[in-house]
């Protein structure tokens, strides 16, 4: 085969078979064809986009290309859950111990944050102890003997994937909806689990702004969970504001052991049932998404969640003692108000800008390199819809430093008032499943 021609066959729209996929991928993989070439047939994928088939073997391809967790010897049907990823998104951390309470194995491979969202293994690291740094066979031997475990992702996987998103971000050519949802659900695919539940967030904190955008980029992982053999859907969720009150690491993981043990913010929990009742439903734990929807209420009612979460923290070096003091996790020096400069009822977040404050602070990174301080990050005490009067606290940040100005700034700036009360808000938009045959 030659890469001109398989560029010009998709430059022109035509469909690219399973072969040409295959071996584009190995050959790009073994550094056997030039960036400029894969740089020249992404932007044709950019323009021309891929049919359903063509995107399932992409994924597959890139699945393929190097590291594959093989979950077999773990009883079950193993379920995974992935997140488009937003401001204050700590649903990994509760839904873990949540859905292995109802009798569900899960294996979690995650990853860290970069950016204004927050990543599920920097949050876990600020439980005193906890480690997600572990070897395969003691990573499915957790998972067999105590219901579930976090990971973080093994340094070969999907490599084909890593080296094409590289490309594709100095190339215009990251907004394909073939190419991110085959990055996507490639690592998933990858991870070795049977059924996949997926949270694709919309608005102004998430990766798709749109309702259209979020919903296209659904249907397109499903499609192609489908077309590979995992039964899978999506959950299309609100991310026009943080999700929960705080942003933050030491903070999130605080805020998701509040969710089991019932009393966290209402959105965290309904988000969270939502998700858990298809993961428990999918790995046929339940009849029905209702049903698994009562199993799972149950678990946190007797306290099994909170006991699951418990086992969770202990199994991976971490201190369960945090789950009843949270003086041990690592505290911020400072407490700052942010009060409100205007009146009215906040009518919208720039959630993306919350997540910027945060990183400031330094509960994010903006390069890989920067380090990440556990303790500081910031509390919502205002949400849409909430009325505010001029010196009302919006946000309450957590510091170790006092010169804030800037950061508080830019909170106030994130708020948006109207003088009347604001549509109630939404927060699951669209439910999205496989197409019947």
């Known amino acids: 085969m030659r890469m001109v021609d398989i560029i010009e066959k998709k430059r022109d729209g035509l469909s690219l078979t399973k072969e040409e996929i295959r071996w584009f991928i190995g050959e790009y993989t073994a550094n056997r064809i030039p960036d400029y070439q894969v740089s020249a047939l992404a932007m044709a994928i950019y323009f021309q986009d891929m049919d359903q088939l063509e995107r399932a073997e992409l994924t597959l391809a890139m699945a ?46 995650s990853g860290r944050g970069l950016g204004h969202t927050g990543g599920t293994i920097d949050k876990l690291e600020a439980i005193p102890g906890f480690s997600c740094d572990m070897e395969t066979t003691d990573f499915l031997h957790q998972v067999q003997s105590k219901g579930l475990a976090v990971a973080g ?11 094409l998103y590289g490309l594709r971000d100095v190339t215009g ?11 996507i659900m490639s690592k998933k695919i ?16 998430a ?4 309702l259209d955008d979020s919903t296209g980029l659904a249907k397109a992982m499903v499609d192609i969970g489908a077309n590979v053999g995992r039964k899978t859907m999506a959950v299309i969720s609100d991310m026009n504001q943080p999700l929960g009150e705080g942003v933050g690491n030491a903070i999130e993981i605080q805020e998701a052991i509040d969710v089991l043990k019932g009393n966290g913010p209402e959105d965290v929990l309904e988000l969270c049932l ?4 298809h993961m428990v439903y999918l790995a046929e734990k339940a009849s029905s998404v209702e049903e698994a929807r009562k199993q799972l209420e149950e678990v946190i009612e007797n306290g099994k969640a909170v006991e699951m979460m418990k086992v969770f ?13 949270e003086t041990l996790f690592p505290q911020a020096r400072y407490q700052i108000d942010v009060p409100a400069v205007e009146a009215g009822y906040v009518y919208e977040i720039a959630t993306d800008k919350i997540g910027v404050a945060a990183m400031q602070l330094g509960a994010g990174r903006a390069t890989k390199e920067d380090q990440i301080d556990l303790a500081v990050g910031l509390k919502l005490k205002k949400k849409i819809g909430d009325r505010v009067d001029v010196g009302d606290i919006l946000v309450t940040l957590y510091a170790n430093r006092e010169e804030v100005e ?15 009360e604001p549509a109630p808000t939404t927060l699951i938009y669209k439910e999205i499943y496989p197409k019947k045959a």
Request: charged share 20%; proline share 3%; glycine share 12%.
């Open 153 to 163: 992702q093994t340094g070969n996987l999907t490599p084909a994937d890593k080296q």
């Open 207 to 210: 990766f798709m702004k749109t």
């Open 274 to 277: 939502v998700l858990g009742s």
């Open 173 to 183: 050519t990251v907004n394909s909806m073939a190419l991110i949802a085959s990055s």
């Open 64 to 109: 393929e290309s190097g590291d594959q967790i093989d979950l077999t010897s773990i009883n079950g049907i193993k379920v995974d859950k992935h997140s488009t990823g937003g401001v204050g998104d700590k649903t990994t951390i509760a839904l873990v111990p949540l859905v292995a309470a109802a009798g569900v194995p899960v294996a979690k491979m």
């Open 406 to 420: 800037d950061i508080k700034d830019l909170v106030q700036k994130s708020y948006h008032m109207q003088e009347g």
């Open 313 to 325: 923290i202990e199994s991976q070096g971490g201190n369960p003692a945090v789950i009843d003091d």
């Open 190 to 205: 990858a991870s070795g689990s049977d059924a996949i539940v997926l949270d694709v967030k919309t608005g102004s904190g």
